[in-house]
């Protein structure tokens, strides 16, 4: 039977919630330029393939992806869909509070676009716990592979770098043009970095202005990393660690 | 190669536009209960089903969806997500505006839900058009197969009735539980109905009242209308038939 | 006695609420262009007109008039008002939770305006249902209208026809230049129509842009039908129409 | 010819707006108990027969009424509307924005609902004319007879009060049921006052509370102030003196 | 120990609030340009100073000052923040909203920005009182000193003058530079006055538009009044006549 | 002279601003318990703080501060004053435009209140530098002092610990009661963490709920940490390096 909420009948999605102890996963992710490689729905991707995965192995639902956040700054290329975060918030609040309405009560959002949908899902998960008495928590795949990442030998956190290229590779061959990459190493900044796993000092993060996105564009189409060193192996590795991750997230919240 | 553009690289998104002269397709659509036979997600279905055989036909290139719309009313069964129509005004805004912003001039949106939906779509739309100066335009299965309903010997519109549920039978075939269907004839109402085919005198559509839905829940799981008479050759006809009505406004946009 | 609850001292007030059985009118139109030869008020007129006649026979109340709608399409011309539609959302809910806040539990918005002002009444009148536990219903003459208006010889609805110039002709000539009507048949479009009593496929209504309402302005001073071919005499059958029609809904709701 | 904006077609009104020098008024009321003599529209009342008077003398033009407007302190009576401010200022702003777009451009609102309403109209006034560069000067008749207040030997601002009755007394007897008035003296409070000829210290108004309105209904069907002193002849006194004040600022506006 | 809530620890706020039966001043003012002599935060200093004194006088506490308000008239020199009406209502309220949430029942608001400040500070004191059931007072020295002003021999309020002038003498002379002083005496305008203590016929307020400000600018540096008629010893009478003001109405909302 | 704007005349302001190279220093806090033995103003202390010290040793001006900020967590204390991050939002982005409007370019926002504010700050930072066009930098002493952190023997971040109270301690001894703290140190959590310097992997912050606050405030009166091991000492060596990473900052914007 499908993992996917939109898949089932409401009757199947009842016995589905109480077996799975009112557990529900929401894919978040976004629309926006992954360089010459990568499609424009990779975080999307992201956050249901692991999702997916992790619901096979322990029986909790996943709700309907949200297919665009907030990527202003990748305005610079086409393809790029972008919602103003304070439509986001109110968004992924109404699909929370629905399914509280029929039983869910701890929420997993999953968010593939790294970094920059934090701040909006944060705001949300806030106010959901406070006005419906919810658990909500907020899954990221940089967060959580901070210590598995050094271990395969990937650089910092970019775009379209070789960690998620990597994944992608893995899992939707078929949607990467591998060949088309090139590569544009993350060049350090005096306190300031996006990568989780810096250690230094730095500013908090903003998402980059239009002007300094146009330069990344020009360099690399769009990428900051180094993707040509992609491969499914790592990608798969990477995938795996992540969703052993998700499932003890699952596991802690079903207690 | 893919009609979905989040399948796309932002390069291959962007030469589609220009062979689509610039026609987007978004679909638009509802989580929500359908009986005890179909999916909480048919609604969606219908709207990607349709964008992505005519997006096949035509070249054009389809957005991603917009799983859940407006459904106060049928919150009464599991699984149904409802999101307030003043927050889906502002996400199918910003979809447009983004898409407008790499060049897309001419927005198709399909809507899956039928009448509920229409209304805020129709504020999007003006806006959209008045402000950004694009052009959408909203099709509705419903609206769109008046003609067609009546040869097919299909009661009126109701909710997980035979035109949908054929549809589905067609084109979704393992979602569907056809042996779990209950017939629940549409009861014509003085003055009222939610059928575009309806020739009398009648009130402007309101989305029932929950005490109103929860009486059909309790005769036919949530439907409205006679799903045992569905069949895969009928649900052929008519999304086929709606597949070439849409095709021709999108040639309609393309002049 | 007046129907107009603002001619009331609210002992009146609460003495008519409970004589009508807690339903209440509220008259909702527009100001805006109507060709050469009606007011600008005229959608706001035939509201408050079918709701005085029809209150006048049922003993219910009528709230003030919502001198304004939603008319994007007509500021093309001038004196056109229009208001955004998010903005009447709230209005006409503060109304009605005002009158509920008094007794009132059943509410007829009668629109004027036709077509264009359902939108965002409906997701009105879905709210109050749904907070307030009322009874809203939407009355727009050309949807109470369609089983007449072919006996009537008329053409399709357009604006500032020969359906509302007729009527205003009967009950309020002394606004009518009807000397200067200049007539602007109304050209049938593939796949679309905003006529509720087409029977063909179409595409939803969107209100016009102002590059085609320029149009016609040009050919017909804002007009857009066969004004010239009004009468006092069929204004008065269908005024009485709408008017027996209207005092059907209010007796059903009394019940 | 009429003096309102809805009676004229747009080529009447275009014409008069040349005529007037681009100054048109827009009467803004409430509708609100008002004790048990008078009717609940008589703020609005008051509004619009100062434009339509001071209209005849000068030939600009009267938009239509905002009939309802902010009387949060009211509700304890039936009949009482009230509409949040936040949402008014924006629907004045819009009245305001679609008739600049014809060419108006000096704005005289005319507050008959006294202190209440001018808090957010100054909000809707100050936005209109920075954001669109227009006059907007806000008329209340409280404000606007100071000087002639205290020879008519009146009482100070209250509810109903001998002030307003005296006034509709002269322009709509046949509204009045002044058998019926209670009087309810103005009771000093210290450093607190409503009366803007008041000249000792005070903090700033802020409407009452409902438990105040309550003990102020109890006493005198929500009259506070002595309407059984009212007489016609003094509200013709009242009334022209603000028809007079309001033609001044209108011929001030117009050089 | 500190008048003010954020130099206390939680444990003493507690205590302080129970002594102080739960009253509690807030300070409001604005950071805008104060001609060429007084500081730019003059007037939230002023707001501050007086809740100051007060609060040692009555032992009640002193929440953090809100330093800037509305003031888009000012915006014509550097320096000046305005902040959206609409924002500061919301903000308020929460201010309010938090410390209900701990006990406090009776708020004292105290404007130091005079009446630009007034109207949006009274929407958010009927929302507070509603809502909160709170009792909620707005303090403004320039209302609460009419019956002072005249035995001062000041001219009318305008801005930058003698009064504010003195006062900040007085309390914080080291920030005047009255040296730098230009005098601009306020022109009486015919049926408008900003002066509270005015007794004549009047339109209400509105701020100046940027046209109207930049000529005050170009006379004298922002100021309006005679601010070289500035003394300490005046502004020291107005200071405590307004202390002791503030400390009766402390009085009177601790009954 | 004096750093803080509000202290300025707008002559002195804009002349400081001119030398200063358009950078401005924002402080923003919170008004939230802070044990039993800090002041709940403490955290826009540090940010006033940190401002005033670097503005002094490189000549940019500081605006006033925003008091509080968003500590719903915090609310089961008394004094916490929370508001709405959607509010905060608009409140500090009309800061910077207003700002802006008089020359300043290069804005750093300083955020004493840690992770909590970040969420809100990056949507206000990414809408003014997309906007307006301007620089805006978040400078939060947490992420700033990575690397020092370890080299003081402190503990991780948590609540009122031994890093603020020795700052506060440096700075405002007079409003420590440091007899009064409680330790209760951070208890590690499995994949969360709200340390910035924690390399494990991690959900993403979420602020607590009023149940988890409850826990902390029985065991130790709100506060998490060590506060006991506090001593000026290393608060002057904290807070002096943080000066100097934020002079670095203003230097790097400066160029």
Redesign the interface.
Same mark, same amino acid.
């Given at each position: 039977m499908?993992v996917?909420?939109?898949?089932?009948?409401?009757?199947e /999605?009842?016995e589905q919630?109480q077996a799975a102890k009112n557990v529900v996963i929401i894919p978040v992710g976004s629309?926006e &330029? =992954?360089?010459?490689?990568?499609? /424009?729905?990779t975080d999307?991707?992201v956050a249901m393939l692991l999702a997916e995965d992790a619901a096979k192995e322990t029986g909790v639902v996943v $709700?309907? #992806?949200?297919?665009?956040g907030w990527s #202003?700054?990748h305005?610079v290329? #086409? @393809?790029? *869909?972008? *919602?103003? #975060?304070? *439509?986001l918030?109110?968004?992924l609040y109404?699909?929370i509070q629905?399914?509280h $309405? =029929?039983?869910f009560r701890k929420f997993i959002a999953i968010?593939g676009h790294r970094i920059v949908n *934090?701040?909006?899902? &944060? /705001?949300t $998960?806030?106010r959901a &716990?406070?006005q419906l008495g919810v +658990?909500?928590?907020?899954?990221?795949p940089a967060?959580?592979?901070?210590?598995?990442i050094g271990l395969l030998d990937y650089g910092p956190v970019g775009h379209s770098e070789e960690i998620e290229t990597s994944q992608i590779l893995y899992k939707r061959p078929e949607?990467v =043009?591998l060949e +088309?990459a090139v590569d544009n190493p993350v060049v350090p900044h005096? /306190?300031y970095s996006v990568d989780p796993?810096f250690?230094?000092?730095?500013?908090?993060?903003?998402?980059s202005? $239009?002007a300094d996105q146009k330069k990344a564009v020009e360099l690399a @189409?769009?990428t900051t990393g180094s993707p040509t060193k992609s491969c499914p192996e790592k990608g798969k590795v990477y995938h795996e660690y992540l969703v052993a991750?998700l499932v +003890?997230?699952i596991r802690?919240l079903q207690k």
């Open positions: 499908s996917w909420l939109q898949d089932c009948s409401w009757r /999605l009842d919630r629309t &330029q =992954h360089g010459n490689h990568l499609p /424009l729905g999307t991707m $709700a309907p #992806p949200l297919w665009s #202003p700054h305005m290329l #086409p @393809g790029t *869909i972008t *919602i103003r #975060p304070e *439509i918030v109110e968004l109404d699909v629905s399914l $309405a =029929h039983g968010n *934090i701040s909006w899902m &944060q /705001l $998960a806030e &716990q406070r +658990k909500v928590v907020l899954f990221d967060y959580m592979s901070k210590e598995l949607l =043009h +088309k005096e /306190l796993c250690t230094g000092d730095t500013l908090c993060y903003v998402p202005t $239009a @189409g769009g991750n +003890k997230v802690q």
